[in-house]
């Protein structure tokens, strides 16, 4: 989806639309999404507040609205539904939709016009379709998709569809058209890819990792397909392999259907509106992100035995696009001898792990995980005294199931409303 966040504002408020707009998680940290508008202007996802107000005074300026953005995907998927059953949810403006071999694309009145509903395919272990037909059919879809969404959900809502031979030449073309593009990458075009990308329109390479690729004379994606994938390995351990499948083209995994994969890991992170030296502000925030990640992991059934805190820490204002070095950051995990899943625990645990950074700087940004998990871990305690914080959680999340998130909370985040609250972001969902 082009500009999501920003677009489903437009959508749902005309008068926006036409006019530069920012999304942010709070009106003091980073724009999130930016419309199209706002990126002519040079405004992008990532630029600070302060710097987007310098370059364009009148921008129109949102929180994120969360219900309203799932809203909206959950009616996009939907549609995705109605075509086949290989649907990955990616994130939350983004899904993979598998066409290959084993789905069939059944016509029933399909029509220049493009009726909504004139197509529609599932799994067929049996399909003979040879592979024009196939891809033809496959651009049907992706045009009939885009049509639906205009129609069904928004006029203002658009979205660059990628046609490819796996996931990540799809995702590729899915960036080479924008806004509302449908590129089609065939296999006969992949060679032509080398010549049109740089090693930063990879997915999986950032600027850093070209940096460190440049570091060894890679400076192209055609470098990196030819470079040999044992001296990667040697430079970047394991993830030298995955390095010369990007550069290869080639990705392995198909589509990923919820529940495929165990979930590793379960996380909060808060960027603050501005950076704090305040202590109390500090450990309420650790504190929250904790409840917040040991809420999910009781929903889910799941207890935790490694406690993960990263901290970001402020810099003096530079342009974003300006900037060299990135912020001062620690990261650091504990395990420990027990599984939890209590914020009260978590928290505990997070808060020894900052401590232990000695950084004095103020915070911009803190991240609480926990991985190590397992399910149906059971250790009832044996004695009633121990057994009442048991009990206080259970009750505690009836209430929150019945009346929304930290109706009932620990006194100790009375005061920790404006931290952390209700948020979507970019980035591949978690399970």
Not at 418 to 428: C, I, K, N, Q, S
Request: charge should be positive.
């Amino acid at each position: 989806m082009n500009s999501y966040f920003a677009t489903v504002e437009q959508q749902a408020n005309p008068h926006l639309r036409g006019r530069p707009v920012g999304v942010c998680e709070h009106l003091g940290g980073i724009i999130i999404a930016a419309s199209v508008e706002a990126k002519m202007l040079g405004i992008g996802t990532g630029t600070p507040v302060w710097e987007a107000r310098k370059i364009y005074p009148k921008i129109v300026l949102l929180k994120v609205d969360p219900p309203k953005v799932r809203f909206i995907t959950e009616r996009f998927l939907k549609i995705f539904s109605d075509y086949t059953d290989l649907v990955e949810r990616y994130s939350i403006d983004e899904a993979f939709l598998d066409f290959g071999i084993k789905t069939k694309i059944l016509k029933d009145t399909c029509h220049p016009g493009l009726d909504p509903g004139s197509t529609r395919a599932r799994k067929d272990p049996d399909c003979n379709q040879d592979d024009s037909t196939i891809w033809s059919d496959a651009i049907l879809v992706a045009l009939e998709i885009k049509q639906r969404i205009r129609r069904e959900i928004g006029e203002w809502l658009t979205c660059s569809v990628g046609i490819g031979p796996n996931k990540l030449i799809a995702k590729i073309a899915s960036n080479l058209q924008k806004p509302d593009g449908l590129t089609v990458v065939r296999p006969q075009d992949i060679e032509e890819l080398y010549d049109k990308l740089s090693l930063t329109d990879i997915p999986g390479i950032n600027v850093r990792m070209q940096a460190r690729l440049s570091a060894h004379g890679i400076y192209t994606v055609k470098d990196l397909s030819r470079y040999p994938e044992s001296k990667l390995r040697a430079e970047f351990g394991l993830v030298g392999h995955y390095l010369k499948q990007l550069g290869n083209f080639k990705s392995t995994r198909g589509i990923v259907l919820p529940g495929d994969e165990p979930v590793k890991s379960m996380g909060h992170a808060f960027t603050m509106s501005r950076a704090s030296s305040d202590v109390r502000e500090i450990e309420a925030l650790i504190f929250k992100l904790s409840e917040k990640v040991a809420r999910r992991l009781r929903q889910r059934n799941m207890w935790g035995s490694v406690v993960s805190c990263y901290v970001r820490f402020a810099k003096e204002k530079v342009p974003f696009s300006q900037r060299r070095e990135p912020s001062q950051n620690f990261g650091r995990s504990h395990r420990i001898k027990d599984f939890i899943n209590d914020g009260r625990l978590i928290s505990r645990e997070a808060i020894k792990i900052f401590n232990s950074s000695g950084i004095k700087a103020p915070v911009r940004m803190i991240g609480i995980s926990v991985s190590g998990l397992v399910e149906n871990f059971l250790d009832e305690p044996l004695f009633r005294r121990y057994k009442k914080s048991q009990w206080a959680l259970d009750a505690m999340d009836k209430v929150n199931d019945k009346y929304g998130e930290f109706t009932l909370r620990r006194a100790a985040l009375l005061d920790a409303k404006h931290l952390a609250g209700d948020t979507v972001g970019f980035g591949r969902l978690a399970r």
